[in-house]
């Protein structure tokens, strides 16, 4: 597509826009004079959606009415509310997704069964510069088994005087670990510099290398399009709090290839993985089902799912098609914007859309306070140490005038006027 610089054309994309209608479903923030700021935080806690507090209260009221009785029927099978829309989300079959528990409790929990050191395999790979909490995770997890992470974590470093990975060197990386690499966990779109990695290539390659494979997807789930099952995955999780709008600490969900649904290895066992016909008799022994949700441990925290089923409903009504086809278009239009009048700017995030969500990383001259005098101009965005500051759009809820509006303030920003 070709993009103009003005404003009115700003206004045409609008007009043209198949999802402006959808900024209607969400609640939007403002400021202290009662005006809408420029929300562009989609990356770190998606807007709430309007029908959220309907969905809630329909679960307080069964609660007020009922009580424990709201458990029989209804809440004991609440997380299966979520399997078919999660699946549809992330390309799986239903029997291979659950939501539960928060997103790094269940990294440690798939990399307990997932990441199986020997003596010879040990290895484990990760992007450097991973989201910490995926960091403290594998290195925790290395220790548990007795090995050093100066010998067992390998980290995917960029080329000298570039900061995103080139797919061909990951796979290269994969190949030359071979028969000592154990498990690969990476993100599936990179938090600090926006790149989607190429899951289907890193996925053939460490199973050419006979190791497991994972992804945490919490910067990728309901942001770029997915296909864990046809990708031969081995296991993914990500949180619902980010693009998926389900509100500030929402459960995660994950993801367990059918492959592994006679698991017989390692696993942290709970009794709400526990065989649905044998559940309720108590017994000593665990007999799991044979889905993903034999990875679950607690019963459903069905107050903090029903904000995502909300969310859930309004992804199903528009699909992953229609929401990846604006989120291209917003960053290609951001991006042209920037780089016609802030030369000054520098985008850390890949140009090409097919690797890269709903994100550009910007690297400003003057960094820090200029993130900071945006946010006295009614930005809301992010920032991240040492030089970037995030801007993330989100397709149901933001408009291409927004995104010219964004660019017109940090242009007056580094420029001091």
């Not at 009048?341 to 306070?369: A, F, H, W, Y």
Request: hydrophobic share 40%; aromatic share 10%.
């Amino acid at each position: 597509m070709t993009f103009k610089k003005s404003k009115s054309f700003a206004l045409e994309l609008d007009q043209n826009d198949p999802l402006m209608s959808y900024r209607e479903l969400f609640y939007y923030p403002k400021n202290g004079n009662g005006e809408n700021v420029l929300y562009l935080c989609g990356n770190s806690l998606g807007l709430q959606p309007k029908s959220v507090r309907s969905f809630v209260e329909q679960e307080l009221n069964v609660w007020e009415k009922d009580g424990v009785l709201g458990q029989h029927g209804r809440w004991e099978k609440f997380h299966e509310k979520l399997i078919n829309n999660s699946a549809r989300l992330v390309g799986a079959n239903p029997s291979e997704v659950v939501v539960m528990n928060a997103l790094t409790v269940n990294i440690n929990l798939l990399l307990i069964s997932f990441y199986q050191p020997s003596r010879t395999r040990h290895k484990i790979l990760i992007e450097k510069g991973a989201f910490p909490s995926d960091q403290y995770a594998v290195e925790s997890q290395i220790k548990l088994h007795g090995f050093d992470p100066k010998e067992s974590l390998i980290e995917l470093a960029p080329k000298r005087g570039e900061s995103t990975l080139r797919t061909e060197d990951m796979v290269e990386k994969i190949e030359e670990i071979g028969g000592e690499l154990a498990t690969i966990i990476m993100g599936g779109v990179n938090y600090y510099t926006g790149q989607a990695f190429d899951m289907e290539a890193v996925t053939k390659a460490g199973k050419s290398v006979d190791a497991f494979v994972g992804f945490d997807l919490a910067h990728a789930a309901g942001n770029i399009k997915l296909d864990l099952h046809d990708w031969n995955v081995d296991f993914a999780a990500w949180c619902t709090y980010k693009y998926l709008c389900a509100g500030p600490g929402a459960p995660s969900g994950i993801f367990v290839n059918e492959i592994h649904h006679n698991w017989t290895g390692p696993r942290l066992a709970g009794w709400w993985g526990q065989n649905k016909q044998t559940r309720f008799e108590m017994g000593p022994d665990f007999d799991p089902i044979l889905t993903a949700e034999g990875w679950q441990i607690s019963n459903a925290p069905v107050l903090g799912m029903t904000p995502l089923l909300a969310s859930m409903e309004i992804y199903d009504e528009v699909g992953m098609d229609k929401i990846r086809d604006k989120s291209e278009k917003m960053t290609g239009y951001m991006e042209f914007l920037l780089q016609k009048n802030l030369s000054e700017v520098t985008i850390m995030t890949p140009n090409d859309p097919i690797q890269r969500g709903c994100q550009l990383s910007l690297v400003v001259p003057g960094g820090k306070s200029i993130f900071e005098s945006i946010f006295d101009r009614g930005v809301v965005c992010d920032w991240r140490e040492p030089n970037v500051i995030r801007i993330a759009p989100h397709p149901l809820y933001n408009r291409y005038s927004e995104i010219y509006e964004f660019v017109q303030i940090l242009m007056q920003t580094v420029r001091g006027q």
